[in-house]
């Protein structure tokens, strides 16, 4: 099933209340959050990166995954943290609907809630590979939002 883009406000963010959006980039996917703040633009990124395999609202918060990451800047910080997130939906099976996220100088805490996959509820479309340095940015816009994207590897 084929779901359109929304349409973009001329700010670049979607109009309307999506704080998240994918897209395309050649075969792979491009994962772009936005908040008011830096911590909610990367979790805002980690919805999007969910997006690309299933519906967010699909997922539970059944179980809570606590992941720290550091790095010397926060480019390099959001693709840590969607990295950790990657390994741990391949390595323990898992998908994750909802994330609480801190953000002091290079160092990042949250914690991940989710489910195991489950094949039938979740219909996963792809499985994602990894996060790359293709359109990795983490900015602040004019308006004061915070936009944190980068493009995943399916």
């Known amino acids: 099933m084929y779901v359109e883009d929304p349409p973009l406000a001329l700010s670049g963010r979607p109009q309307g209340p999506a704080p998240w959006e994918?897209?395309?980039?050649?075969a792979d996917v491009g994962v772009r959050g936005y908040g008011a703040s830096i911590a909610e633009a990367f979790a805002n990124a980690a919805l999007a990166l969910t997006s690309v395999?299933?519906?967010?609202?699909?997922?539970?918060?059944?179980?809570?995954?606590?992941?720290?990451?550091?790095?010397?800047?926060?480019?390099?910080?959001?693709?840590?943290?969607?990295?950790?997130?990657?390994?741990r939906?391949?390595?323990d099976g898992l998908l994750f609907g909802r994330f609480d996220v801190e953000i002091e100088d290079d160092r990042l805490t949250a914690a991940a809630f989710g489910e195991p996959v489950d094949p039938i509820r979740h219909a996963p479309a792809v499985e994602v590979k990894g996060a790359t340095f293709t359109e990795l940015q983490v900015t602040r816009e004019p308006d004061g939002c915070w936009r944190a994207q980068c493009v995943v590897d399916v």
Do not use: K, Y
């Open 22 to 26: 994918t897209f395309p980039h050649g």
């Open 53 to 87: 395999v299933t519906d967010p609202e699909l997922v539970r918060p059944r179980r809570r995954m606590d992941i720290v990451c550091t790095a010397p800047d926060h480019e390099i910080l959001l693709l840590d943290w969607l990295n950790q997130l990657i390994w």
């Open 89 to 91: 939906m391949s390595v």
